[in-house]
């Protein structure tokens, strides 16, 4: 039996080498090597777009199989669905409008605040201020939840109490006036991820001699050196934590959700396009529907992410 | 002195100071949640329901802890959905650290037709955001078969965009004499890809580990989607279903507990691998 194991092994292992020096003898590597990333990025990242793009132009409900219905789906979502054109997408864009823009711009302060003190300081405070996107939205939300409680127990009607600022404890993730606001402000405190690090690091990399010779020639202020110089000089790491940024804002969508417990969320005051797409998808069945409104929401990501490329491009 | 910015000063002095005033109570703001999610898991019950609620815990317990894993008032214990996590982010790290830098170092050294497009779609696909197509995909993930099983956490998640984005563009910085070097000794593919590019990669490596970590670990939208067994599920998931069914202040300790499981492991691997994150961000660069 021990003698037949081994055998196996060297049999496999003979065959492994072969199949390698076959390989690599005809160029075939490249292949090899390709393969595993791409049959995976295919499978999962581009079919499910192509398919999501096919079904919006379709009747479908998920049993049936799907007729085709032209643009029927985006007219019915841009003129019949009340909710979307009037809660939905303006929550989208007042959300994604204070978040991205909000939590890049705070990402690039925050970083040019720490290019420029020593490195365990620096160590220290990027840690503190990177560990709230490292659990992103979702896990965090309990620790909101306890903040934010509606009864005595939260620990800001807690405070406002004590304080005599308020009788009776306000229900603030159930309440329409507060709840989108409370998604803001949670987002915003887990927004410095990826994009934050990269930007941090590309500015501890910038030559300094462009700013001597910035100076020599005449540039005054702090304020002229960081978009005169620091901006462009860091230009690509401002451009991939911008896409990171716009990314992060837009899988945020569950958060409103995740706060107040519910879907919808109160009033719809925190419905955004994800929770919108969901409720058409997983609870009405209209799948057609729900790929249309997918369809516009990578439209406004890509949108965003070109408006950006654009804007940086202007820097030259 | 120089001019300008004094950026990655090597000491301190007294300009700094202006820094740490912003800079000390912004970062006090963002720890404190941090902080009450420890203080809240180790609060026995008198103190979770103490009026007004206590910042910080004065007998700290496991009992938390403990509810969580014996009690498991909410179906299987937690001990089955950890392991599950435990499981599925093991296998989603290495495979996605191997085949991104395997597809890297080809994308980055070698000529291939559509090497030019397989970049740019990449590109594109950084902004991809996997719940905008949830539909479509669960409709790939369930014509494969992999619906309720591992398979279904696992597959989905293992190509990342920015994974295959950063360790390519840190490849690039590997000099071509090295490989060509190699190529004359008789090197192969194979053998200049894990003996020369992988030992010089490794900050690369060590970001789309964190990377890959933190969206499987963290990840709630497999168990929604695809696997609906709750003995497959995951720990993530069996978190957010316990913050959003219970009643707030009694399951808080529990909350907190839990997610003070998952906040942990983020943390310790970000610490150990912090320096090697920088030190690839900073070839981060988009054009």
Redo the contacts between chains.
Sequence with gaps: MHKFLTLTKKRISDIVSKI?EFL?KNNR???L??I???L??V???????V??IG?SFTDFNGIQFPSFSGIRNYIYLLTEDELFMKTVLPNTLLFSLVVGPGGYILSFL?AW???????R?R?V????????S???G??????????F???????IN??L??NNLIDIPIQFLQSPDYLMTIMIVVSL?SSMG?GF??I???????N?EL??A???DG?RS?VQ?IFY??IPAI???M??GA??S??GT??A??IGV?LS?ANPTPQNSGQLI?NH??DY??FRSE?GV??AL?VL??LI??GF?KLFQIILKEQD | M???????????DKT?LK??L??IP??AF??L??I??FT?AFKPIDE??A???R?YVINPTFENFRTLFVYAEYGLPAIRYLVNSIIVTFAVVT?SV???S??G???SK?N?RGKKT?FE??K??????????????F???SS?GIVDTLWGHI?????I??G?FLVKQFIDQVPDELIEAAKIDGA???YI?SKIIIPLIRPAIATIAI?SF?ATW?N?ETSTLFVSVENKQTF?FY??TL???TN??AG?GI??A??LI??IP??VI??IM?NN??????H????
């Design positions: 390698v690599e590597t490249t292949y090597f390709l595993p990333y791409i995976l990025f499978t999962f990242i581009v079919i499910p777009v398919v999501g079904i925050l605040m720490l290019s420029q003190i020593t490195h300081a160590t405070f990027a840690l503190i201020i990177y560990s709230p490292m659990t992103a979702i896990a965090m939300a309990v620790v909101w939840r306890i903040i409680s509606g009864d005595e127990q939260g620990l807690a405070f109490i004590v405190w990826v690090l990269a941090l690091a590309g500015l501890l990399n910038v300094k700013y001597e910035a100076y020599i540039l702090r050196e110089i620091t230009k690509k790491q451009l991939f896409v990171m716009i990314v837009f899988s969508g569950a995740a417990g994800l797409i969901e998808g997983i799948l729900a790929a997918s929401l990578l990501i890509l992410s | 120089a001019l300008g910015t004094n950026f990655n000063p090597r000491r301190f700094q820094f740490y912003i800079l912004f970062s963002m720890l949640p941090i009450y999610i809240t979770l329901f009026f007004p609620p910042f495979t191997l085949f991104s395997m597809a170092y080809v994308l070698k291939f397989l779609v990449n594109v696909a950084l902004m991809f955001v996997p719940l905008v197509v949830m539909i479509p995909r409709l790939v993930v494969i597959l989905p998640i293992i190509a965009p920015v295959l192969g593919d194979i890809f990377l933190q963290n709630t993530a978190m957010s913050t959003s069914s707030t202040v808080a909350g907190a839990a997610a998952m906040f983020n943390l970000f610490i912090q994150v920088m030190n690839t961000m900073a981060s660069g988009m054009k």
